[in-house]
């Protein structure tokens, strides 16, 4: 089995957190457009609010898991 270099789990964990960055900014504009209607639907808001949450929690595990990659390619390049 094959390991993956430092350098290769950095672009997997970079695609990963676009992929959740582009999550969080659909889910922003979803929400925008659910609070600029006039009756407003409680649960779909509650949901959405839910989603980003979650969506938060991903990028928040996401970019710490990029920061070890980082200190691990600067240790061993210093």
């Not at 504009?29 to 649960?43: F, G, H, P, R, Y």
Request: charged share 20%.
């Amino acid at each position: 089995m094959t390991t993956l270099t430092p350098e290769e789990k950095k672009i997997i964990a970079e695609q990963h957190l676009k992929t959740v960055l582009f999550s969080e900014y659909n889910i922003s504009l979803s929400l925008m457009e659910s609070n600029a209607i006039v009756d407003k639907n409680q649960t779909n808001i509650d949901a959405l609010n839910s989603q980003m949450a979650e969506v938060l929690s991903q990028k928040n595990v996401l970019q710490s898991e990029l920061n070890l990659i980082e200190a691990e390619i600067a240790s061993q390049t210093a």
